[in-house]
């Protein structure tokens, strides 16, 4: 018999959403029927059903996992990756923090944090349009819920280990920036690694993804790097408009390249 999970009827949420995807991500080899409505007293004390996002309760030994009941606990997905000793590689996904947030203390809250008029323009219709789905049935999704949530435990995986890699690369300053140097095509982790170092780095270099050369990227629009500026020198063969990348056709001597970067940087410091 398919294990039962329950979550509240009415409007769907990215909450309650990701919380069953990776429960269901989780325990892929297992059967689960999902059913939208409110729990019962017995429900909520049966440790083999699965109360989500709504009931009261943050009892993971009965596997209740609310949290309407106290502001200060984490959203229901938060909830089921800590029952999952999933959060410390989850938590390392650039969303999650936000996502939970979000829920929480809602859009207009979240827009004050990041000192922005609202957040309402970058709502994602697909995803308001997905969760109608849900809404309606959750039979009819519930293959992609799973396999949703494995690619969200794969991307955490994935980026615990490329954040690891990015730990290990050489850092360089070239007219006071620093610049990471990754020996390597795969970029994933990368955003992220940087915006842990002590010193963030301004300027990436690492090999490019469409030939034989480098890469050279800046970081976060920085104001004090134009690789405009180099646009002209003879071994660099493509420099974007907008002046954040710039490649070389050629692996070129990393020294020789350093030196060509440096004359991308407008502010020294």
């Not at 049966?46 to 009965?62: A, E, M, S, T």
């Not at 308001?128 to 293959?143: G, H, M, N, V």
Request: hydrophobic share 40%; proline share 5%.
């Amino acid at each position: 018999m398919p294990t039962l999970i329950i979550t509240h009827p009415g409007g769907a949420h990215f909450d309650e959403f990701m919380a069953i995807s990776l429960v269901l991500g989780h325990f892929s080899g297992e059967d689960f029927r999902i059913e939208r409505r409110d729990p019962s007293e017995a429900e909520l004390n049966n440790p083999d059903i699965w109360v989500i996002d709504i009931g009261q309760r943050h009892q993971p030994h009965l596997r209740n996992f609310d949290h309407h009941q106290d502001l200060s606990v984490g959203c229901s997905f938060t909830l089921i990756a800590d029952h999952l000793n999933l959060t410390e590689k989850m938590k390392r996904l650039y969303w999650w923090d936000f996502q939970d947030r979000l829920d929480r203390f809602g859009p207009y809250q979240m827009a004050r944090e990041l000192k922005a008029e609202n957040i309402h323009p970058v709502f994602s219709p697909f995803e308001a349009w997905f969760l109608t789905l849900f809404e309606d049935s959750p039979l009819l999704i519930q293959q992609v819920m799973k396999l949703f949530g494995q690619a969200m435990i794969a991307e955490a995986e994935q980026l615990e280990a490329r954040l690891a890699f990015w730990e290990t690369c050489e850092t360089r300053r070239v007219r006071g920036k620093v610049v990471l140097i990754g020996l390597t095509e795969d970029t994933s982790g990368l955003q992220e690694f940087r915006d842990r170092m002590p010193e963030p780095a301004t300027i990436a270099i690492t090999f490019d993804t469409r030939g034989e050369g480098w890469k050279l990227y800046r970081f976060n629009d920085s104001p004090d790097v134009n690789f405009t500026r180099i646009a002209t020198h003879p071994l660099i063969t493509f420099a974007h408009k907008g002046g954040f990348i710039a490649k070389t056709d050629e692996r070129i001597p990393l020294e020789q390249l350093l030196d060509i970067a440096a004359g991308a940087v407008i502010a020294v410091s």
